[in-house]
């Protein structure tokens, strides 16, 4: 159970980041009627799998909710490790 809401709370982080960068881009003009599309889509991914996996949370399918779960997670935990590879290891990139 424990796990179950740890993961939810960096799945959690990982949408406000998105959420982040959708309000800069409606401000600075990068998101248009050209990609909104995109954009709301992406969106619709990330609420559906945070509000999908409480569902099936309270359905006590827990497994399954943690399976949902990892759609965003395994994506946003590698980001994060290429993310302190970069800043830890100063790589060259001539």
Do not use: H
């Amino acid at each position: 159970m424990t796990y179950f809401w740890i993961l939810w709370g960096f799945v959690a982080i990982i949408a406000l980041v998105v959420l982040y960068f959708f309000f800069i881009g409606m401000a600075d003009g990068s998101v248009s009627a050209s990609n909104m599309g995109l954009w709301m889509a992406m969106l619709g991914v990330v609420a559906a799998v945070l509000l999908g996996s409480l569902w099936l949370k309270s359905q006590e399918r827990l497994g399954l909710a943690k399976c949902v779960l990892y759609i965003l997670a395994v994506p946003g935990f590698l980001y994060l490790l290429f993310l302190l590879l970069v800043i830890i290891g100063k790589p060259r990139w001539n």
